[in-house]
């Protein structure tokens, strides 16, 4: 049994009044029957921690490089996320592929270099609208797991998150058929490369556009084991009924 995950991505969102949030979504949720995470940015990572100490709820941070130290300014490393409490990081997001040419390779050294500071890497994965078009999405996903992925891994380090670019932040979201062909095709991925044991254990979310009307819906799909969630992670009043849809799945 795969144990369920409700991830928050707050992005570039958030100063220490958002920390209410967090307290309002513990409050709602005393405990929770899913895993819950929230990436919020950078700069309140330790302070998130501190407000989640007596829960379940754990803070993950956005990215991380691929070194543990060194002449990078600006950047953070995996080891100084577990250091300020942090227990996951995501790797590879569409924004940062974007934003920061972030390649394959680099996203495994950073999901590596996550593995090595005892983080769970959240691995995004995604076809542009362009690439769907074009029925390229599958061949697509397939070079993003083969690259982005290390050789080494385990059910315990790695969840992947499948984000179609088109869906995040848009308000449109794939057919549950789409989601369920995609998930399936990731399931089966994993199997062929780590064995039955490890393929079948290892999480995979949905995220693009899940939001608490749609929530249930994408739930019910086949090995959809939880959501990473942007817009509607911010207010504990729109994420808190994605985690009871995902209770309730
Ligand atoms: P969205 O973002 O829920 O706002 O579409 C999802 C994500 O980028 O993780």
Redesign the pocket.
Known sequence: MRRKLA?G?W?MNGTSASLDELTALMATHPDPQVDILICPPATLVTSAVVTAADHALQIGGQDCHRNESGAHTGDISAAMLRDAGASYV?TG???RRTDHNESDEEIRNKTKAAHAAGLIAVV?IGETLKEREAANTLDIIAGQLAGSLPDVLTAENTVI?Y?PVW?????KVPTTNQIGEVHDYIRSRLEQRYGAGVGTSIRILY?????ASNAAEIFAVSNVDG???????LKASDFSPIVTALQNA
């Not at 995220?207 to 939001?211: A, F, I, L």
């Open positions: 991830a991505n992005k995501l997001h569409s924004e995004c998150a984000e869906a995040i932040g848009t308000g995220g693009g556009s899940v939001k959501a990473l969630v942007g817009g509607a992670s």
